[in-house]
């Protein structure tokens, strides 16, 4: 299992915790993992991404030129990272404030309105949980038994009275991700 | 020492004359056996003894560690019977604050001129002051470059004549002295800030008290105590040590008054 | 084994610094470490060991007080990034010449001047050929991985106190920023007063006992004899280095046609570039110098033998290169690849330059 992701938005939609628990997780599932962020003046305010690698060997590169998933939040961050995913790979993206969409036939394609669902959950900061769930959906790289002890390592113990709701977040991603395109010509791999 | 020795143009051999009943005055034991390298008629020489004798009273030597500065000074510690550091000019009180810092029980003091302490050195000075680093400062100011051969100093009078100001330093290119000292003494780091000086006798005896409060403050953990000692420079200054100390007097002192500045209380 | 956590590569050197039984920490702030000093203000080291953290009002003081520190015995440290350091390469100078043994942390940014924030490799040079005036070395670890930056630590120190010598730690802002598992090391106590008097008391100055002669600690002789004989005492400390501490990792080299050789960050991507070009039928290998200075000359003279040709990947414009050719001694070709400002090559980009400046040249 190798699995090389790209997380990216604008600064304040979580994007670094999103990838962040997702590393947790992964080191709770016995795998290798990396994180590296964007980091500098775009981060207050700007757009953000990190790179998060979860492997069953000793990590490489931490910092790719294409991704098996990109999970985006943005405008800014669908352009640029739209043409970086793999021939088969997935782009799952929030649609909220999109105006282009997605234009690939050669990759998965899923939606999840994580910022509507976030908000429905009566807090826009769980948007990333959402986007999480509905990445777990997709791609179960972690059990959730593992995403939970990730929480509970990568938040610190102030917020832990969030993990619940975090979890809803997670289950609603879950329920409400959706299909938009099925990769055509997938590489047999 | 050889028995047979004698002293030129005496006929009296040595150990005739340095029994211990003809002793009145002797080498403080703190002094190496190294020749000073300073010229004759100048402070530093006098600077060295008070400091050494302050810490062989009150019986630190073992706990001290004292650092050198870049200028004349350079090498006191070949005259200091003491564990001690050279520092790069300017960045002595940097070093002080390492030292004490992890090692809080020690003795730390530092040796500087005004090149080193007042140009090159203020940030480090006005820092370590500021933040209260519980280390002796001994400050030496002779308002001259005296190693490097006679340049401007921070310290150097208006009008006074430099190798870099040969016709006198004009503040409207050079700026004014500057009052270190009462800067430093402006701080809340700063427990014990004086001014002194060495050219007489009764001003020596004072020296030296001021220079036995500030390691009894630093004993006490007060925060910084800083003694300035203004002194000559006759070689720098181009005059005989008898010409630099009238010199020093009439126009150094007016501008540089000796005596406490701040002392909060050892209490 | 020890707790595994999740950390950035600056968290884990600051958690290492504490565990490592530092006395001192000297710092100023600047981009890509400001983590440091910070995570290390809210780990509260003088609670945890009593060591000192110190924010210091610039580069210039906090290196000086390591200068200070360091030449009483104690395990005093510092970290910056690429300007900061050239700030410190006078008091590194002064430390190197008076032999004390400090370590320094470089987590490198692009440059020259103010440069960038982003990472860098550009200051090879001034880590492996001396940084400021005079003849002398410090001996440069860099990291690859979190890990690394945790285990490097406490290396450091051994190193720097075998040699009494000043240490870098080379860095970048890749590996500072980014974070992966990290098994963290048992707390190592930090030395006692008895201790540092019993095996440094020959040199540090811990103040004159009267069973000894003054320590002193200077790098000033004004006597050229004796301040040559100075020059060739650490000269004959630089050599023994270079017989004993040399450390690499050798990736894939057994069957290798070709090599890459990197350090630090471009390891990583040399790493993943091996794999794409295995992948198209191409044997690369890769030779990671551990310690850049002193730099593996010797193995790499060896798998000049072996290898058709050698490619130097670096965040510089071509600093390394110069090392590895002069080790290869121009048996085989050896060609640069590298970005600069803060861009970070591609593990593809390096393929690619593999092929286009070793294979078909």
């Known amino acids: 299992m190798n699995e090389e992701i790209i997380i990216a938005g604008f600064g304040g939609q979580g994007v670094l915790s999103l990838g962040k628990i997702l590393a947790y997780s992964g080191i709770m599932e016995d795998l290798e993992v990396s994180w590296f962020p964007s980091y500098g003046p775009e981060m207050r305010g700007g757009t953000a991404n990190v790179t998060v690698i979860l492997s069953n060997e000793r990590i490489s590169s931490p910092v790719l030129n294409v991704y098996d998933t990109a999970i985006v939040f943005n405008q800014q961050s669908l352009d640029k990272f739209e043409p970086k995913v793999k021939p088969g790979g997935l782009l799952l993206y929030d649609p909220n404030g999109i105006t282009r969409h997605p234009e690939r036939k050669d990759i998965d394609i899923y939606q999840i309105d994580a910022t509507k669902e976030g908000a429905a959950l009566g807090s826009t900061k769980v948007l990333n949980m959402v986007a999480l769930g509905a990445y777990l959906k997709l791609k179960p790289i972690v059990k959730l038994e593992n995403v939970h002890k990730g929480l509970l390592k990568s938040l610190p113990e102030r917020h832990h009275h969030l993990i619940p709701l975090n979890e809803k977040a997670i289950g609603v991603g879950m329920e409400k991700v959706k299909l938009i395109h099925k990769a055509e010509h997938v590489n047999a791999k | 020492m050889a028995k047979s020795k004698v002293i030129p143009h005496h006929d009296v051999p040595l150990d005739q004359i340095i029994k211990p009943e003809n002793i009145i005055f002797k080498k403080t034991k703190l002094f190496t056996d190294n020749v000073l390298s300073y010229c004759p008629g100048c402070g530093h020489g006098v600077a060295h003894r008070l400091i050494l004798e302050v810490i062989e009273e009150m019986g630190i030597a073992d706990k001290v560690i004292g650092i050198a500065p870049v200028g004349c000074s350079v090498l006191a510690y070949e005259f200091m019977d003491l564990d001690m550091q050279e520092a790069a000019h300017g960045r002595a009180p940097a070093l002080a604050t390492g030292i004490k810092r992890t090692n809080p029980d020690k003795f730390v003091f530092s040796y500087q001129g005004d090149g080193d302490l007042a140009a090159i050195g203020t940030a480090e000075t006005i820092h370590a002051a500021n933040r209260g680093e519980n280390i002796t400062v001994i400050f030496i100011n002779n308002g001259i470059y005296g190693m490097t051969g006679g340049q401007m100093a921070p310290t150097t009078l208006e009008g006074m004549k430099t190798s870099t100001t040969p016709y006198g330093r004009d503040p409207r290119q050079m700026g004014h002295p500057i009052k270190i000292t009462e800067l430093v003494a402006q701080l809340p780091g700063t427990c014990y800030v004086t001014r002194q000086a060495v050219h007489t006798a009764a001003l020596v005896r004072k020296a030296k008290k001021a220079i036995r409060r500030a390691f009894e403050y630093q004993k006490a953990n007060k925060g910084l105590s800083f003694v300035e000692i203004v002194s000559n420079c006759n070689s720098g200054w181009k005059m005989t040590p008898v010409q630099a100390i009238k010199w020093l007097e009439e126009n150094m002192l007016p501008y540089y008054p000796l005596g406490d500045l701040k002392d909060v209380g050892l209490d | ?361």
């Not at chain 3, 008076?98 to 040079?125: H, K």
């Open chain 3, 1 to 361: 084994m020890g707790e595994i956590l999740l950390m950035k590569g600056n968290e884990a050197l600051a958690e290492a610094i504490i565990r490592a039984g530092v006395d001192g920490y000297f710092g100023y702030p600047i981009t890509p470490q400001s983590e440091v000093m910070e995570y290390l203000a809210a780990a509260k080291p003088e609670e945890r060991t009593g060591m000192v953290l110190l924010q210091a009002e610039s580069e210039l003081a906090a290196i000086n007080m390591l200068y200070g520190a360091g030449a009483t015995g104690k395990k005093a440290i510092t970290s910056s990034s690429s300007p900061g350091i050239s700030l410190m390469q006078e008091g590194i100078s002064y430390i190197a010449g008076a032999e004390i043994p400090v370590v320094v942390v470089n987590v490198v940014r692009g440059g020259p001047g103010l440069g960038t924030i982003q990472p860098a490799q550009s200051d090879y040079f001034q880590a492996t050929k001396g940084g400021g005036h005079g003849d002398y070395h410090l001996l440069v670890l860099a990291p690859n991985s979190v890990q690394e930056m945790s285990d490097f630590v406490p290396l450091a120190f051994d190193l720097a106190f075998k040699y009494r010598n000043p240490v870098m730690i080379l860095s970048d802002g890749l590996i500072g920023q980014m974070m992966e598992k990290v098994e963290l090391f048992e707390p190592i106590p930090r030395w006692t007063d008895e201790y540092i008097r019993e095996h440094h008391g020959n040199w540090a100055t811990i103040g004159k006992t009267p069973d000894r002669e003054r320590n002193i600690i200077t790098s000033l002789d004004l006597v050229p004899e004796r301040m040559e004989k100075h020059n060739m005492h650490l000269k004959e400390k630089y050599e023994q280095m270079e017989r004993e501490e040399v450390r690499f990792e050798e990736i894939q080299t057994e069957d290798a046609e070709y090599l890459f050789v990197a350090y630090g960050s471009s390891s990583r991507i040399a790493m993943k570039a091996i794999k794409l070009a295995r992948a198209e039928g191409i044997k690369v290998g890769l030779l990671r110098p551990i310690t850049l200075y002193p730099f593996p000359k010797k193995r790499l003279r060896e798998l000049a033998d072996q290898v058709k040709g050698m490619l130097s990947v670096e965040l510089s414009l071509g600093q390394m290169v110069e090392d590895v050719k002069l080790s290869v001694e121009c048996r085989i070709p050896v060609e640069h690849y590298g970005r600069v400002g803060g861009m970070i090559p591609t593990p593809e980009e390096v393929v690619e330059a593999l092929k286009t400046k070793i294979i078909n040249r």
